[in-house]
Nanobody
Framework: QVQVVESGGGLVQPGESLRLSCAAS????????IGWFRQAPGKEREGVSC????????QYADSVKGRFTIARDNAKNTVYLQMNSLKPADTAVYYC????????????????WGQGTQVTVSS
């Protein structure tokens, strides 16, 4: 059974950093595209970043370019989202998702989703 698990969320002040982790049982994550998404209260879920199969490409939402970095650690079968210079507007539940088509996209068309981890940026 596929299980996708996010971790690393928390409460931070503006300008601080967090690193989110995405792990999955039943999958070798390097074989698939992995996406990070977020959903703030009252808003639709939006794509934040994604990484294609075998690190062949990445994408970032304009709102996080230059601040967030997605990366894989294949030895740990984990995908990370390093978030720097956090802003209150980054406050949301962050989700990790797996796309079986291997294609990196910021659309919410992924096949398997985690339960999410809360990120709150507030002074």
């Amino acid at each position: 059974q596929v299980q996708v698990v996010e971790s690393g969320g928390g409460l931070v002040q503006p300008g601080e950093s967090l690193r989110l982790s995405c792990a999955a049982s039943g999958f070798t994550l390097d074989y698939y595209a992995i996406g990070w998404f977020r959903q703030a209260p009252g808003k639709e879920r939006e794509g934040v970043s994604c990484i294609s199969r075998s690190n062949s490409g990445t994408q970032y939402a304009d709102s996080v370019k230059g601040r967030f970095t997605i990366a894989r650690d294949n030895a740990k079968n984990t995908v990370y989202l390093q978030m720097n210079s956090l802003k209150p507007a980054d406050t949301a539940v962050y989700y990790c998702a797996i796309d079986l088509s291997h294609v990196c996209t910021l659309a919410t068309t992924y096949d398997y989703w985690g339960q999410g981890t809360q990120v709150t940026v507030s002074s």
